[in-house]
Nanobody, 115 residues
Framework: QVQVVESGGGLVQPGGSLRLSCAAS????????MRWYRQAPGKERDLVAF???????NYLESVKGRFTISRDNAKRMVYLQMNSLKPEDTAVYYC?????????WGKGTLVTVSS
């Protein structure tokens, strides 16, 4: 059974940092791309960062230079390092993978950026 489970969210002041983690199980992790999405209250879910099975990355324009996605295939983990956080980064962050055209989502982890 495919599962992805996020952790690491919390309350942080503007300019601060957080690292989100996503633990994956139930599939051949190293063979699949992984994604981080976020959804702010009243807004659509947006793709924030992407990492391919080979380690190539892509980012939402507004987080480029501040966020870094990475993966550890041995640990079956994907990370999102978030620096220089802004209030507009406040959202629930979701880990995602797509296997045979099926989207798998975690329950999300809440990130709140506020003073």
């Amino acid at each position: 059974q495919v599962q992805v489970v996020e952790s690491g969210g919390g309350l942080v002041q503007p300019g601060g940092s957080l690292r989100l983690s996503c633990a994956a199980s139930g599939f051949t992790f190293s063979s699949y791309a992984m994604r981080w999405y976020r959804q702010a209250p009243g807004k659509e879910r947006d793709l924030v960062a992407f990492i391919s099975s080979g380690g190539g990355t892509n980012y939402l324009e507004s987080v480029k230079g501040r966020f870094t996605i990475s993966r550890d295939n041995a640990k079956r983990m994907v990370y999102l390092q978030m620096n220089s956080l802004k209030p507009e980064d406040t959202a629930v962050y979701y880990c995602n993978t797509i296997i045979y055209a099926i989207n798998y989502w975690g329950k999300g982890t809440l990130v709140t950026v506020s003073s």
